[in-house]
C-alpha cells in the first residue's frame, strides 16, 4: 500500500449504529486530519493530530470522536449521527502541521446515515 | 478573518481553449496560496502552492497560477485544456490559525 489508505470506501449506517473510519499513511508523515466534504461546500477540518496529539478540534459534536493510536492511524469513531452528517469525510497527512505542508489525501468514505 | 471565494461552481471549456478558474481571497497576513484538483472517486492532491518569492507558480500537469496581491487573486491557467483535466478544483489559503481555508470548488468541464 502507498500514501493514505480510507477504509471503508462506503457505509451505510442507522441513526442508532456505532461506526468507525479508519485511515492509514504510508509517507512517514507525523500529522494527520479529518475533512468534511459536503457537495458545494468548502472543506471542513474537523481534526487535526500532529505527532499523535490532536492539536485542533474545529467545534465538532461529540458523536464524532477521533483516535490517533500512533503517527500512521487515525480513527474516527461514529455515533448517534444524524442524516445531515451524511458526507465525504476526508483523511489526510503532511510532513507536520505547518500551513505550508502539502497534505496528502485518501480517497475518502462515502458515509450515508439513514 | 481568511476567506476564500471561487467564481463559479461549474466552469465549462472546450479541448484546446484555455483554462481560466479564478480565486479571490482575503487575508490579514501575507497568505500561503495553494490549488488543489480532485479527480472523481479520489482524494484530493496538490497542484501548485505560492509561499515566497516569484508570482507566478508553475504546477503539474501543466497548470500555472499568479499570485496579485494588489488584486488578492490566485488565478488558475492551463493554455490548452485535455479531456484528462475534467475534475474539481480548490483553492485554499493559509489561516492565521495555521490551518488551510479553503474555496468551494470549480467543477472543470471538458467539451470535446
Known amino acids: 500500500e502507498t500514501g493514505v489508505t480510507q477504509t471503508p470506501r462506503h457505509l451505510v449506517m442507522g441513526m442508532t449504529n456505532k461506526k468507525s473510519l479508519k485511515c492509514e499513511q504510508h509517507?512517514?508523515?507525523?500529522?494527520m486530519y479529518w475533512y468534511k466534504q459536503s457537495a458545494k461546500k468548502p472543506l471542513e477540518l474537523m481534526f487535526v493530530?500532529?505527532?499523535?496529539?490532536?492539536?485542533e478540534n474545529n467545534s465538532v459534536p461529540s458523536r464524532f470522536s477521533p483516535e490517533c493510536p500512533n503517527s500512521s492511524h487515525l480513527f474516527l469513531h461514529l455515533h448517534t449521527l444524524q442524516p445531515e452528517d451524511s458526507a465525504l469525510y476526508l483523511c489526510?497527512?503532511?510532513?507536520?502541521?505547518?500551513?505550508?505542508?502539502?497534505?496528502?489525501f485518501g480517497p475518502g468514505t462515502r458515509l450515508t446515515v439513514l | 478573518a481568511q476567506s476564500v471565494t471561487q467564481l463559479g461552481s461549474h466552469v465549462s471549456v472546450s479541448e484546446g481553449a484555455l483554462v481560466l478558474l479564478r480565486c479571490n481571497y482575503s487575508?490579514?497576513?501575507?497568505?500561503?496560496l495553494f490549488w488543489y484538483v480532485q479527480y472523481p472517486n479520489q482524494g484530493l492532491q496538490l497542484l501548485l502552492k505560492?509561499?515566497?518569492?516569484a508570482t507566478l507558480v508553475k504546477g503539474i500537469n501543466g497548470f500555472e497560477a499568479e499570485f496579485k496581491k494588489s488584486e488578492t487573486s490566485f488565478h488558475l491557467t492551463k493554455p490548452s485544456a485535455h479531456m484528462s483535466d475534467a475534475a474539481e478544483y480548490f483553492c485554499?489559503?493559509?489561516?492565521?490559525?495555521?490551518?488551510?481555508?479553503w474555496g468551494a470548488g470549480t467543477k472543470l468541464i471538458i467539451k470535446p
Open positions: 487575508s490579514s497576513v501575507p497568505p500561503y
Open positions: 493530530y500532529n505527532f499523535k496529539e490532536q492539536t
Open positions: 489526510a497527512s503532511s510532513l507536520t502541521s505547518g500551513v505550508y505542508n502539502e497534505q496528502f
Open positions: 505560492y509561499t515566497t518569492g
Open positions: 509517507l512517514g508523515h507525523n500529522a
Open positions: 485554499a489559503v493559509s489561516g492565521s490559525n495555521y490551518q488551510l481555508i
